[in-house]
Protein backbone atom coordinates (compact mmCIF):
# COMPACT_ATOMS: atom_id res chain seq x y z
CA UNK A 1 0.00 0.00 0.00
CA UNK A 2 0.89 3.25 -1.07
CA UNK A 3 1.55 5.90 2.39
CA UNK A 4 1.50 9.42 2.57
CA UNK A 5 2.57 11.76 4.60
CA UNK A 6 2.09 15.44 4.85
CA UNK A 7 3.91 18.39 6.11
CA UNK A 8 4.63 22.16 5.82
CA UNK A 9 1.51 23.54 7.44
CA UNK A 10 1.17 26.24 9.80
CA UNK A 11 -0.21 30.22 10.77
CA UNK A 12 0.58 32.68 8.71
CA UNK A 13 -0.95 36.08 7.19
CA UNK A 14 -3.09 36.99 4.42
CA UNK A 15 -0.30 37.25 1.32
CA UNK A 16 1.95 35.22 2.69
CA UNK A 17 3.36 31.68 1.13
CA UNK A 18 3.35 28.29 2.17
CA UNK A 19 4.96 25.12 0.80
CA UNK A 20 3.48 21.74 1.53
CA UNK A 21 5.11 18.63 0.44
CA UNK A 22 3.88 15.08 0.41
CA UNK A 23 6.07 12.13 0.64
CA UNK A 24 4.69 9.36 -0.63
CA UNK A 25 6.07 5.47 -0.92
CA UNK A 26 6.37 3.46 -4.16
CA UNK A 27 5.21 7.03 -6.02
CA UNK A 28 8.37 6.37 -8.85
CA UNK A 29 6.36 2.79 -9.40
CA UNK A 30 3.11 3.20 -10.32
CA UNK A 31 0.72 5.41 -12.67
CA UNK A 32 -0.96 7.15 -10.30
CA UNK A 33 -3.04 10.53 -9.86
CA UNK A 34 -1.68 12.70 -7.11
CA UNK A 35 -4.12 15.47 -5.63
CA UNK A 36 -4.11 17.91 -2.96
CA UNK A 37 -7.70 18.46 -0.68
CA UNK A 38 -8.62 20.97 1.87
CA UNK A 39 -10.95 20.91 4.19
CA UNK A 40 -12.06 23.99 6.61
CA UNK A 41 -13.87 23.49 9.64
CA UNK A 42 -17.70 22.63 9.03
CA UNK A 43 -17.20 22.71 5.28
CA UNK A 44 -16.78 20.07 2.70
CA UNK A 45 -13.90 18.75 1.66
CA UNK A 46 -12.60 20.11 -1.98
CA UNK A 47 -10.17 19.05 -4.24
CA UNK A 48 -7.40 21.70 -4.34
CA UNK A 49 -5.41 20.43 -7.13
CA UNK A 50 -4.39 17.32 -8.92
CA UNK A 51 -1.95 15.91 -10.97
CA UNK A 52 -2.02 13.49 -13.72
CA UNK A 53 0.12 11.25 -15.13
CA UNK A 54 0.78 13.30 -17.92
CA UNK A 55 1.68 16.01 -15.69
CA UNK A 56 -1.32 18.05 -16.80
CA UNK A 57 -2.55 20.01 -13.56
CA UNK A 58 -5.94 20.83 -12.39
CA UNK A 59 -6.48 23.68 -10.26
CA UNK A 60 -9.86 24.49 -7.93
CA UNK A 61 -11.03 27.83 -9.55
CA UNK A 62 -10.23 29.78 -6.45
CA UNK A 63 -6.67 29.16 -5.85
CA UNK A 64 -5.67 29.11 -9.64
CA UNK A 65 -2.68 31.77 -10.59
CA UNK A 66 -1.84 31.43 -6.74
CA UNK A 67 -1.47 27.68 -6.17
CA UNK A 68 1.44 25.57 -7.85
CA UNK A 69 1.62 21.80 -7.61
CA UNK A 70 4.85 19.69 -8.35
CA UNK A 71 6.49 16.42 -8.62
CA UNK A 72 9.87 15.35 -7.91
CA UNK A 73 10.23 11.55 -8.79
CA UNK A 74 13.61 11.22 -7.58
CA UNK A 75 12.17 11.96 -4.08
CA UNK A 76 9.12 10.28 -4.07
CA UNK A 77 7.50 13.87 -2.97
CA UNK A 78 4.50 16.11 -4.28
CA UNK A 79 4.58 19.65 -3.24
CA UNK A 80 1.53 22.29 -3.45
CA UNK A 81 3.45 26.24 -3.66
CA UNK A 82 1.12 28.42 -1.85
CA UNK A 83 1.69 31.87 -2.97
CA UNK A 84 -1.12 35.23 -1.65
CA UNK A 85 -2.93 33.19 0.87
CA UNK A 86 -6.06 34.54 1.92
CA UNK A 87 -8.01 33.76 5.43
CA UNK A 88 -10.17 30.96 3.15
CA UNK A 89 -7.36 29.45 2.77
CA UNK A 90 -8.23 28.32 6.40
CA UNK A 91 -8.04 24.26 6.73
CA UNK A 92 -6.71 20.99 7.33
CA UNK A 93 -5.07 20.27 3.73
CA UNK A 94 -4.75 16.55 2.55
CA UNK A 95 -2.32 14.69 -0.10
CA UNK A 96 -4.20 11.60 -1.91
CA UNK A 97 -3.96 9.68 -4.69
CA UNK A 98 -5.61 7.77 -7.07
CA UNK A 99 -4.52 4.54 -9.06
CA UNK A 100 -5.91 6.24 -12.34
CA UNK A 101 -4.12 7.60 -14.40
CA UNK A 102 -5.70 10.65 -14.85
CA UNK A 103 -7.13 12.27 -11.91
CA UNK A 104 -10.98 11.73 -10.87
CA UNK A 105 -13.19 14.52 -9.90
CA UNK A 106 -14.16 13.53 -6.40
CA UNK A 107 -12.60 12.30 -3.27
CA UNK A 108 -14.18 8.84 -3.32
CA UNK A 109 -12.29 7.89 -6.08
CA UNK A 110 -8.68 8.22 -4.31
CA UNK A 111 -7.51 5.14 -2.54
CA UNK A 112 -5.10 6.72 -0.02
CA UNK A 113 -4.71 9.56 2.25
CA UNK A 114 -2.05 11.39 4.65
CA UNK A 115 -3.24 12.42 8.06
CA UNK A 116 -2.82 16.16 6.79
CA UNK A 117 -1.30 19.65 7.68
CA UNK A 118 -3.24 22.38 9.02
CA UNK A 119 -2.86 25.81 7.52
CA UNK A 120 -4.16 28.87 9.77
CA UNK A 121 -4.10 32.00 7.40
CA UNK A 122 -5.20 35.39 9.66
Known amino acids: HVQLVESGGGSVQAGESLRLSCTAS????????MAWFRQAQGRERERVAA???????HYLESVQGRFTMSRDFASDTVYLQMNSLKVEGTAVYYC?????????????????WGQGTQVTVS
Open 96 to 112: ASSNKDYCPSEEKSYNY
Open 26 to 33: DLTYSHIC
Open 51 to 57: RDYDAEI
